[in-house]
């Protein structure tokens, strides 16, 4: 069988491919399983991890908020994670007259948590942001439970 030029050209082209590494990614839902990973004392000490979870990318820095319903007598605890390495991460939850409610926050390497115990049931604002000195963007999750 004779090779055309066109075909070893594909051929070669085909093979560089499948011999280029590929670079691992990294993926939201890393972030959550640091997320996850900072949620674990918490849940040696009673909470209840709930399954939903926010997640996404964004650019290093800028703030989001979220609006969350929580109820007086709860205690809830938020975790923020990030796969990226190197990040500041920030975590507040506000009251409807932009009063900040956290009880405690621990961070780690890859991860903080805060505590809050709301004093009336309502919606609350959560507020983080995640800062890289060397990337533009971040992967995040944030994830909660209570008790």
């Known amino acids: 069988m004779k090779m055309t030029r ?27 399983d640091y997320a996850m990973e900072a949620a674990t004392s918490f849940v040696e000490q009673g909470f209840i991890v709930r399954e939903d979870y926010w997640n996404g990318e964004v650019k290093s820095g800028q703030k989001l908020m979220i609006s969350h319903q929580l109820f007086k007598g709860n205690e809830y605890a938020f975790w923020l994670g990030s796969v990226n390495d190197n990040v500041e991460l920030d975590l507040k939850v506000y009251d409807e007259k932009g009063h900040a409610i956290q009880i405690d926050s621990k961070s780690g390497n890859h991860a903080l948590s805060i505590r809050v115990n709301p004093q009336k049931t309502g919606t609350y604002k959560i507020v983080f942001s995640l800062k890289s000195k060397k990337e533009k963007s971040v992967m995040w999750a944030l994830a909660y439970g209570y008790r």
Do not use: N
Not at 27 to 32: A, G, L, M, P, Y
């Open 6 to 32: 066109h075909t070893f050209l594909s051929a070669l082209t085909c093979l560089s491919l499948a011999l280029t590494p590929v670079p691992a990614l990294a993926t939201v839902d890393e972030s959550h």
